[in-house]
Nanobody, 115 residues
Framework: QVHLVESGGGLVQPGGSARLSCEAS????????VTWHRQRAGEERELVAGLGIDGGGARYPYFVEDRFVIFRHNDKVWLQINSLRPTDTAMYYC??????????WGKGTMVTVSS
């Protein structure tokens, strides 16, 4: 069983930035496809960023408007969120898919955007 742990959430003022990290319990994590998702209160979980194996192939849904950046560094996958808005308030989850197609989820980290 692979465990994913997210960190970096907290209270951020509007217009600020947050940097979230996702760490896995296996060194094979570098070969996993990784995605970040968020779930706002009362809404469905939605994809906000994805990254291919070895850090290639970053992709984002149109609504993030270039404010989100996903990247690999130091055996973790990071999600940088800039120009935060109150509507970005959500639980952010990391997910990873291994070479066998098995998907893993972390427990999430909460980002609250408020003044």
């Amino acid at each position: 069983q692979v465990h994913l742990v997210e960190s970096g959430g907290g209270l951020v003022q509007p217009g600020g930035s947050a940097r979230l990290s996702c760490e896995a319990s296996t060194a094979a994590f570098k070969n996993y496809r990784v995605t970040w998702h968020r779930q706002r209160a009362g809404e469905e979980r939605e994809l906000v960023a994805g990254l291919g194996i070895d850090g290639g192939g970053a992709r984002y849904p149109y609504f993030v408007e270039d404010r989100f950046v996903i990247f690999r560094h130091n055996d973790k996958v990071w999600l940088q969120i800039n120009s935060l808005r109150p509507t970005d308030t959500a639980m952010y989850y990391c997910s990873a898919v291994d070479a066998y197609g098995i998907q893993y989820w972390g427990k999430g980290t909460m980002v609250t955007v408020s003044s």
